[in-house]
């Protein structure tokens, strides 16, 4: 296995495991929140696009730790905004 690979899983996990509660609450929140109605499709409109279009959506990669570093930051200030 590739060293990408495992950080890729290991940061996943990471995830996961920090943002647990708020994980575990988005199934009620679904179903009380007329805002969060659309969560359960998000999978499978992935996976479409994932299916029908890969080829347009691999034809390049790379890795671009400056955008993943700003999306996660990004990410985490609005958390931390938001639940304040």
Same mark, same amino acid.
């Given at each position: 296995?590739?060293?990408? $690979?495992?950080? @890729?899983?290991?940061?996943? /996990? ?5 943002? #647990?509660? =708020? *994980? ?8 009380? $929140?007329?805002? @969060?109605?659309?969560?359960? /499709? ?5 996976? #479409?696009? =994932? *299916? ?26 609005? *958390? ?5």
């Amino acid at each position: 296995m590739k060293p990408k $690979h495992i950080f @890729f899983a290991a940061f996943s /996990l990471g995830l996961y495991g920090l943002f #647990f509660i =708020l *994980l575990k609450q988005t199934p009620q929140n679904d179903l009380t $929140h007329h805002t @969060f109605t659309h969560l359960p /499709l998000i999978p499978f409109i992935s996976a #479409f696009f =994932l *299916l029908f279009d890969r080829k347009a959506i691999f034809s390049e990669t790379g890795n671009s730790y400056r955008a993943g570093i700003a999306a996660a930051l990004g990410g985490i200030t609005g *958390l931390i905004v938001s639940s304040g």
